[in-house]
């Protein structure tokens, strides 16, 4: 007596697979929703009509989204960007997310920026300070890959020196606030000033605003 054997169907490969959860950073800006993609692709994307649309970072932006992404929102995101990265963009609160799109479109500047995280208030405000009106990630990329930390320095304005890195790593909270940049950049090309912050290990905020009001009368 024959056995009749029955074969299994076959699953296809498709149904097998199992999907990445997408994980996003989304917020609010005068009643425009907007996104960050899951890392790598850190895409800021505005949503018009049904579709979500590329757009240019800025200022406005980038506060709106600092305040509105929470502690959870931030976690759940961070679970899924590699640990080097992850550990860096930690350092900060407010000025994590404009961190989180410098090292995803300049990733050869991570190291530099480990070691002096407060590079990245300038780089996330370099189109405030070089006065053109948009962030260039290619450039910011393309400047490190042919000079270093120096280079950008210079790029961004700043004393292109190793007492400028020591300076800006006295800085005890790498988040500068936005309205320091400009008098502390100033401050660092005046020998005298420099003098004092270099024996400033531990500069905080309130500090900092200080010796910008007191060096610049």
Same mark, same amino acid.
């Given at each position: 007596?024959?056995?009749?054997?029955?074969? @299994?169907?076959?699953?296809?490969? &498709?149904?097998?697979?199992? &999907?990445?959860?997408?994980? %996003?950073? &989304?917020?609010?800006?005068? +009643?425009?929703?907007?996104? $960050?993609?899951?890392?790598?692709?850190?895409?800021?994307?505005?949503?018009?009509?049904?579709?979500?649309?590329? *757009?240019?970072?800025?200022?406005?932006?980038?506060? &709106?989204?600092? *305040?509105?992404?929470?502690?959870?929102?931030?976690?759940?995101?961070?679970?899924?960007?590699?640990?080097?990265?992850?550990?860096?963009?930690?350092?900060?609160?407010?000025?994590?997310?404009?961190?989180?799109?410098?090292? @995803?479109?300049?990733?050869?500047?991570?190291?530099?920026?480990? %070691?002096?995280?407060?590079?990245?208030?300038?780089?996330?405000?370099?189109?405030?300070?070089? +006065?053109? +009106?948009?962030?260039?990630?290619?450039?910011?990329?393309?400047?490190?890959?042919?000079?270093?930390?120096?280079? $950008?320095?210079?790029?961004?304005?700043?004393?292109?020196?190793?007492?400028?890195?020591?300076?800006?790593?006295?800085? *005890?909270?790498?988040? *500068?606030?936005?309205?320091?940049?400009?008098?502390?950049?100033?401050?660092?090309?005046?020998?005298?000033?420099?003098?004092?912050?270099?024996?400033?290990? %531990?500069?905080?905020?309130?500090?900092?605003?200080?010796?910008?009001? @007191?060096?610049?009368?």
């Amino acid at each position: 007596m024959k056995t009749r054997t029955t074969r @299994a169907k076959a699953i296809p490969r &498709s149904a097998s697979r199992v &999907s990445a959860p997408v994980i %996003e950073l &989304s917020w609010s800006h005068f +009643g425009i929703s907007y996104r $960050v993609g899951t890392w790598p692709d850190v895409v800021l994307e505005r949503l018009i009509g049904d579709r979500w649309e590329p *757009v240019a970072i800025s200022e406005g932006l980038l506060a &709106s989204g600092s *305040v509105q992404l929470d502690t959870p929102a931030w976690r759940r995101y961070l679970d899924f960007v590699p640990a080097g990265e992850r550990m860096f963009l930690e350092k900060f609160r407010f000025g994590r997310l404009g961190a989180l799109l410098i090292v @995803a479109n300049c990733p050869g500047m991570l190291a530099d920026l480990d %070691e002096t995280p407060a590079l990245v208030s300038f780089l996330a405000a370099h189109d405030e300070l070089r +006065g053109t +009106g948009e962030l260039r990630w290619d450039e910011v990329a393309a400047v490190h890959e042919r000079g270093g930390v120096f280079a $950008v320095l210079e790029w961004l304005g700043l004393p292109a020196s190793r007492q400028t890195l020591a300076i800006l790593r006295n800085l *005890v909270d790498p988040d *500068v606030p936005r309205r320091l940049l400009e008098p502390l950049r100033a401050l660092l090309w005046r020998p005298e000033a420099t003098m004092v912050l270099e024996r400033s290990p %531990e500069l905080t905020d309130r500090q900092l605003a200080r010796y910008c009001h @007191a060096l610049a009368a």
